[in-house]
């Protein structure tokens, strides 16, 4: 089996999940040699040179830089799972899909790859990049916006739940943990997990991988239900249902909460979500919901319920024209003080956490 610990079910305690023989700090601007579980053998010295791009920060528009100690929210795709464009609207001779074609111009913000962010987080030991879900399309994700936003380690990954899009691109890892880091944290609830045994079933157990071939280390972490802590950020899951019978987290950090996979809230995640500052929050379509995600009315009704100062919509299908809808959204905060946009792959919020 390949790392492995659970998390207390009780809240919170700041204790590291990772045994002290492998412990790491993601200390900038300095080489680390470290004694790592190497693909299931035994663990041998490496060196990983960290930090290198971290001092060269801009903000959303890559001109005004944004301070080191500030943290932020990088939203690395928001889009739905087969991606937009889709290949099916380019190649139809019968009829032109206007989202679609727009999304096709480089930096056109109807351009979208699978939901995920990233918590750039910054506190008194360090900075680190903590990942939400990495699903089908992250490597190209990362490849279009680490370099660009001087990202470099991945310091842990949260998994909202177990679907292609939040978790097909666990193996793409394998490039940092071969070549920037010696592993890297997986937090997960167990019937995720359970998923990934089949899944990934390499990546669980590296045992079964031959001497020689290089897959994602990666150490899984168990979570449950409650409040748990990486690299002292404090996250709360929020348990949403993502179609019937089905269930996927979001996560709270601080007063941001992130929602990216819902069809309906459980009246008591509803108490977790009091006094958010900004939430980001699942709308697929602009006229419906569907069995499985919000549609755009239905996010409205939600975020008329639970009241945030802002809101940011992310797991937007070719539907919803990033301009257009915006245009229509902009009025709710005429006419009622709604705070709502669509966010884009590549937008940056600096958050307080
Ligand atoms: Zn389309
Ligand atoms: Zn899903």
Not at 17 to 30: E, N, Q
Not at 122 to 142: E, P, Q
Not at 227 to 240: A, D, E, G, R, S
Not at 283 to 301: K, M, N, V, Y
Request: a positive charge; charged letters at 25%; glycine letters at 6%.
């Amino acid at each position: 089996m390949g790392a492995l610990s659970w998390l207390p079910s009780v809240p919170a305690t700041t204790r590291s999940l990772v045994p002290s023989a492998f412990r790491w700090s993601a200390s900038p601007l300095r080489s680390a040699e470290i004694a790592v579980p190497w693909r299931g053998l035994r663990p041998s010295r490496r060196r990983f040179p960290l930090g290198r791009h971290q001092s060269n920060i801009a903000d959303r528009d890559g001109t005004t830089p944004i301070p080191r100690e500030q943290s932020e929210i990088i939203f690395l795709g928001t889009g739905t799972s087969e991606g937009i464009p889709r290949v099916s609207c380019l190649t139809n001779q019968l009829k032109t899909c206007g989202v679609c074609s727009k999304a096709t111009e480089p930096g056109n913000k109807n351009r979208r790859l699978n939901t995920s962010i990233l918590i750039r987080y910054t506190n008194s030991i360090g900075r680190f990049n903590i990942l939400v879900d990495a699903g089908k399309f992250f490597y190209h994700s990362a490849l279009r916006w680490f370099p660009n936003f001087g990202l470099r380690t991945i310091d842990a990954v949260i998994i909202t739940h177990s679907h292609a899009d939040a978790i097909g691109g666990l193996d793409d890892l394998r490039d940092w943990t071969n070549n920037v880091q010696p592993h890297i944290p997986i937090y997960v609830a167990k019937r995720d997990f359970e998923v990934m045994k089949k899944t990934h079933y390499y990546l669980v157990d590296t045992s079964v991988v031959l001497p020689g071939a290089a897959v994602s280390a990666l150490q899984f972490n168990i979570i449950e239900e409650e409040p748990f802590f990486v690299h002292n950020l404090k996250i709360t899951p929020l348990p949403v249902w993502h179609g019937h019978g089905y269930r996927s987290l979001g996560f709270r950090f601080g007063d941001v909460c992130y929602i990216s996979d819902v069809s309906d809230i459980p009246e008591e995640t509803y108490e977790l979500l009091k006094d958010c500052e900004l939430l980001i929050l699942d709308a697929l379509r602009p006229d419906r919901s569907s069995s499985t995600h919000f549609g755009l009315p239905r996010a409205l009704e939600e975020v008329r319920k639970i009241q945030p100062r802002r809101t940011l919509f992310t797991g937007m299908m070719h539907l919803m024209d990033h301009d257009k809808v915006n245009e229509h959204l902009s009025k709710l905060m005429e006419k009622e003080g709604l705070d709502v946009q669509l966010s884009y792959d590549g937008l940056r919020v600096p958050v307080n956490l």
